[in-house]
């Protein structure tokens, strides 16, 4: 049997980035385009934030705001992406335990974690698909090795 109990077995590798230096309307551009709901922030390789959707909509001005359409545009487009990012994102390097990984993520209420290497450059992000699809084949895996016992 296969054991595949390392966050590098169910992470997504080389997930979509930001540069720091991006702007908060082409974050917006680029989770829309990409159908993702969060972004790494990187400079330089390392990462330094991440940005999620949510983040991105909370930071717009709200409906009170006395600006048209246009003017929020504008200053969403000046804004850098810095602004509405966690600069200290929760992470776990690749060799992490899918199970210890998994309890960060239900006990901080996490939708996903980003997954660094030992120098700080980012490797991959495990989203809770990703934890789903570990728990999906290890529950396959248990059914396997019960019917092959009875």
Known sequence: MTVK??????????????????SIV?????LK??????????????????VTERMLLSFSPG?????????????????PVTQAMNPKPNTVGPDTEIADCAQLIHDRKLNGIT????TGQLVGILTTTNALEALIWFSKQMQQAAAGKS
């Open 5 to 22: 109990n390392k966050v590098r077995d169910w992470m997504t590798p080389n997930p979509i980035t930001i540069d720091a230096g991006a």
């Open 33 to 50: 385009e990409k159908n993702i709901r969060r972004l790494p922030v990187v400079k330089g390789g390392k990462l330094v934030g991440l």
């Open 26 to 30: 082409e974050a917006i551009h680029l």
């Open 115 to 118: 997954v660094v290497d030992a």
């Open 63 to 79: 409906k009170a705001t006395s600006m048209d359409t246009w003017e929020v545009h504008y200053l969403l487009a000046k804004t």
